[in-house]
C-alpha cells in the first residue's frame, strides 16, 4: 500500500517562510498537488502538477520539488494561512494517494 | 463560474447503498475530469476516484470493489455509489471538477 507522509505539524511566525514537504513511500510519483483546508470550509486547491498556481493563489504560496519531493513553500506567512495543508500524490496516472496532513500553525 | 452543488441521502444504516450526484453549473462538463474524494471525523482527505468525460473511471484500490463512478453528460452531473457501507465510511463526501473546483461537501452518517 502507498504512503505519502506529511510533516503532522509545523509553526511559522508571521510574516516568515516556511516548506512543508510530501514524501512517497514507493516511486513512479509523476506529479503533486497541495490543497489548504480550514475548518468547516471545503479544501482550496493551490497548486497542481507540483509547481503550477491557480488563478487564486496567493503570491505567498509556491510548489517546487526539493531533491524529487514535492514541496510547498509559504514565504510572508499571514494569520489567514493557519489551516491544514494536504498533498496529493499521483501514481502513473492510475492512482492518487493525499498526504496525511500539515496542521499550519503562524504564531 | 464554475460551481459544484452535490446532493443525497446524509444518514445510511450499515449495508445500505451510499448515493451521491454533483451538478455542475458554469463551463463545460467535457474535457475535465470528475473526482469524489472522503475525509473522515478527525482524519485526513481519502481520494475515492475520478470519471473523466468519456466516461473512462480510475479508483481508489481499497474501495474498488464497492464503488462505482458514473457521468451524465446531457445532465452536466457525476454521480458516487458506495455499496455495503460500515461505520467506516462515515465521512464529509465532497465532489471535484479536475481537483481546483470542489462542491460543499456532504457529511454522510453511517449509524444503526
Not at chain 1, 18 to 36: D, E, P
Not at chain 2, 28 to 53: M, N
Amino acid at each position: 500500500q502507498t504512503v505519502v507522509t506529511q510533516e503532522p505539524s509545523l509553526t511559522v511566525s508571521p510574516g516568515g517562510t516556511v516548506t512543508l514537504t510530501c514524501a512517497s513511500s514507493s516511486g513512479a510519483v509523476t506529479s503533486g498537488n497541495w490543497f489548504q483546508q480550514k475548518p468547516g470550509q471545503a479544501p482550496r486547491a493551490l497548486i497542481y502538477s507540483s509547481t503550477n498556481k491557480h488563478s487564486w493563489t496567493p503570491a505567498r504560496f509556491s510548489g517546487s520539488l526539493l531533491g524529487g519531493k514535492p514541496a510547498l513553500t509559504l514565504s510572508g506567512a499571514e494569520p489567514e494561512d493557519e489551516a491544514e495543508y494536504y498533498c496529493l500524490l499521483y501514481y502513473n496516472d492510475e492512482l492518487r494517494v493525499f498526504g496525511g496532513g500539515t496542521n499550519l500553525t503562524v504564531l | 463560474q464554475v460551481q459544484l452543488q452535490q446532493w443525497g441521502a446524509g444518514l445510511l444504516k450499515p449495508s445500505e447503498t451510499l448515493s451521491l450526484t454533483c451538478d455542475v453549473y458554469g463551463g463545460s462538463f467535457s474535457g475535465y475530469y470528475w473526482t469524489w474524494i472522503r475525509k473522515p471525523p478527525g482524519k485526513g482527505l481519502e481520494w475515492i476516484g475520478e470519471i473523466t468525460y468519456t466516461g473512462s473511471t480510475k479508483y481508489n484500490p481499497s474501495l474498488k470493489s464497492r464503488v462505482t463512478i458514473s457521468a451524465d453528460t446531457s445532465k452536466k452531473q457525476f454521480s458516487l455509489r458506495l455499496t455495503s457501507v460500515t461505520a467506516a465510511d462515515t465521512a464529509v463526501y465532497y465532489c471535484a471538477r479536475d481537483l481546483s473546483y470542489w462542491g460543499q461537501g456532504t457529511l454522510v452518517t453511517v449509524s444503526s
